[in-house]
C-alpha cells in the first residue's frame, strides 16, 4: 500500500513529529510505500539543519535525514510556510537577498501541489499535527 | 461499509478537540488514543469516551507516561497502528 505523512508541528514543541518519524518506520519496516512526508505549517521546522539538542536528547530533523539514508524518501517542506519561518535553500536565500540558508539536506521546498499529487497517488494519508 | 479511523492527540484538558472528535465519531469508526490522548485511559476519564466504537492506545505512549492499567481498550505497537489505518478506509486526525 501506498502511504502519505503529513506533518503540521513543530520538533520542538510537539511529540507529533516523533510520532511521525515512528510511524514512517513501521510503514517502510513492513513494506509498504512511503510515497512522500510533506511538511506543513510550523512542520517545516523539521527541515531546519540549525536544530540543535542537547547530547542526550532527540534530535528529530536529523532522525528525518538518518531515515531518508536508509531508505530513498520525499521529504518536502511547503515552501510559503517555510520562507515566512526562517527555513531557506540557497535558491530561496538568493531570491530574499539573504546570506545564509538552512535547509537540511534531504529536504527539498516545494509547493502544496505535491500534497495535492500525494494525496491523489495514495492509499492513505495520515495527518500528524498539533496546534499553538 | 465506509468505516473511519479517528486519531487524538490532546490531553483531557482540551475538552473542545474531544468534543469535536466525538460529534465526528460515527457508528463503525474506530478511535485511537496517541500522545496526550492516552491520559483518557485513566479512571477518572476514561467515562469521557464512548462506549459504542472500538477503542486503542499506542503502547509507547501509554508506556512513556507510566499508564499501565488501561482497561478495555486495545493496547497497539506502532506497526499494528499502520495496520489499523489500512483496516480502516479513512484517517481523520484530531490535534
Known sequence: ?132 | MSRSLHTLNTPPSDTDTLSHCLMALSEGDELLLIEDAVYFTLPAHRHKLPSGVPIHALAVDLQARGLTNATDISIISDPEFVNLTLHCNRVVSWF
Open chain 1, 1 to 132: 500500500m501506498i502511504f502519505t505523512l503529513v506533518v503540521h508541528a513543530s520538533p520542538v514543541q510537539h511529540q507529533a513529529p516523533e510520532t511521525a518519524l515512528r510511524f514512517a518506520r513501521a510503514v517502510l519496516e513492513a513494506g509498504h510505500t512511503l510515497h512522500r512526508v510533506f511538511f506543513y505549517r510550523d512542520g517545516v521546522l523539521n527541515g531546519n539543519t540549525l536544530v540543535s539538542s542537547p547530547a542526550d536528547e532527540s534530535n528529530i530533523p536529523e532522525d528525518w535525514q538518518a531515515l531518508a539514508k536508509e531508505y530513498p524518501l520525499d521529504l518536502v517542506v511547503c515552501i510559503a510556510a517555510a520562507i515566512r519561518r526562517g527555513v531557506l535553500d540557497a535558491n530561496e536565500a538568493r531570491r530574499y537577498d539573504k546570506n545564509q540558508h538552512n535547509l537540511a539536506p534531504g529536504f527539498e521546498l516545494s509547493g502544496l501541489g505535491q500534497l495535492v499529487e500525494a494525496a491523489m497517488l495514495s492509499d492513505r494519508v495520515i495527518t500528524f499535527g498539533g496546534r499553538g
